[in-house]
């Protein structure tokens, strides 16, 4: 079969029809074949709201009766300005200056561009960046560099994206005393290479798409030290953790530790439209001011600052505040904590939860090998990714929601086909 639309991460010949979504309200989307389903992940986390919400379509229609897009060269609009200061509001005191671009990957691009620019302004070439193993940060070029150099992104690309340095996973020990050795082992990389690294970059908290894997925000006040100490920046990719996934409004608020450079997608435009966030310190930007037009920071995509986006993210921050949007992530996160912390059976090798993040990991990708089928029998989009069965649902999501949600996964756990599927082998992608 030939088909016109070309999937992601998708064998064509095999990979099955989509179910084509007629409408979608809440946490509800509807299948144009009738069956509805709680969206427990949100759009690829990025439908923090839900589905239609009334203020959000409202800011929409608003702005796109008066224009959608300007370029923002010459030109300018209010929203793009609003949006910024709110987002310099919302973030600590450093990060002053916010650079827009058109989805997660390219803010991380950016990041690490303005990372590289930066020394170079100062003539101190530096363009090397360390990352952690199991990270994601994207699937353009420069991002794809900066991931876990054992998924399939780096032998395919071999030659295309440049070589990084990648310090082990971030130890998951929830009080890290960091006697584990694992710093140690960070900081010989970072003298090692302190002479040629640009910046150092991390997904703070929780490494989602690595396979949400939980860090300690200690973790990250000693990488902030270490940083300084060899002199390069830090970026933080919270495209997945901000906006509140976390149980805080952005992951480094728990840890108190501030980045140079802080890349928001995803929740940002509450999955009505692509849009990103690159936010650089006071220092960051002041590395880029003078009189000579060659300091000027090289990027430019078409749609940055897009209004319509930008209305949209304005619309999304201030349901934060109007209808109490943390209090609701605290809430779910005592719920799925919970539902998940005493779950255990065999082939389960642990469950994790934090803020509006729900985990089983299991022993063997084979046994979530039809999870997403026996879920949506029961009313539940899931899409297990390796050894993850997860939620990350839309905040609104009631109490019962969620309850069917966590009550599905587990169930899934607890059905002959899991307890059989042991070695069978194939990876679930
Ligand atoms: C999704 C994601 C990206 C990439 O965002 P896109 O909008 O898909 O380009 C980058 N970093 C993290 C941590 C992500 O979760």
């Not at 584990?180 to 003298?191: D, I, K, Q, S």
């Not at 996934?245 to 940002?268: E, I, N, S, Y």
């Not at 304005?314 to 005592?334: K, Y």
Request: charged share 20%; with cysteine; hydrophobic share 45%.
């Amino acid at each position: 079969m030939s088909r016109k639309l070309w999937l992601p991460y998708a064998q064509m010949a095999t990979a099955p029809a989509l179910l084509s979504v007629a409408n979608a309200q809440g946490v509800y989307l509807e299948l144009a074949d009738g069956r509805r389903l709680i969206d427990s992940i949100s759009s690829w986390w990025s439908v923090i709201h839900g589905y239609a919400h009334p203020v959000i379509n409202q800011a929409a229609k608003e702005q796109i009766d008066q224009f959608a897009h300007v370029m923002m060269c010459g030109l300018g609009n209010d929203p793009a300005e609003a949006l910024a200061e709110a987002l310099v509001r919302i973030t600590p005191d450093p990060l002053q200056h916010v650079f827009f671009s058109d989805s997660g990957s390219t803010g991380v691009e950016v990041a690490m561009k303005m990372a590289v620019q930066y020394w170079f302004n100062q003539d101190q070439p530096k363009t090397r960046f360390m990352a952690f193993r199991g990270a994601y940060h994207g699937d353009t070029t420069a991002c794809m560099s900066v991931g876990d150099p054992d998924e399939g992104m780096h032998s395919r690309f071999r030659g295309l994206a440049p070589q990084q340095i990648f310090a082990p996973m971030p130890p998951e020990c929830g009080d890290c005393d960091l006697n584990c050795g694992h710093l140690a082992e960070v900081e010989a990389l970072l003298a090692q290479h302190a002479h040629e690294l640009a910046a150092v970059i991390i997904e703070p908290l929780v490494q989602c798409a690595g396979g949400f894997k939980m860090h300690s925000p200690a973790f990250l006040q000693r990488l902030r030290e270490l940083t300084e100490r060899y002199q390069t920046l830090l970026i933080f990719d919270e495209v997945a953790t901000g906006f509140g996934r976390t149980g805080t409004m952005f992951a480094l608020d728990q840890a108190g530790v501030c980045p140079d450079l802080l890349v928001l997608g995803k929740g940002l435009t509450c999955g009505y439209s692509a849009h990103a966030a690159t936010l650089a310190s006071r220092t960051v930007y002041a590395g880029f001011e003078g009189t000579d037009g060659g300091r000027a920071f090289m990027h430019g995509p078409t749609f940055m600052g897009n209004a319509l986006a930008c209305r949209i993210a304005l619309a999304g921050l201030s349901l934060f505040a109007d209808e109490g949007r943390l209090t609701e992530v605290g809430r779910i996160e005592n719920q799925l904590t919970r539902s998940l912390s005493d779950f255990q059976v065999e082939g389960v090798v642990g469950t994790r939860v934090k803020g509006a993040i729900g985990v089983i990991e299991v022993d063997d990708p084979a046994r979530l090998q039809g999870a997403q089928a026996y879920a949506m029998e029961r009313g539940v989009w899931l899409r297990p990714f390796d050894r993850v069965l997860y939620t990350m649902p839309p905040y609104i999501i009631t109490p019962p929601q969620m309850e069917r949600v966590v009550h599905t996964m587990r169930g899934w756990c607890e059905t002959e086909q899991f307890k059989r599927a042991v070695g069978a082998g194939a990876a679930v992608t």
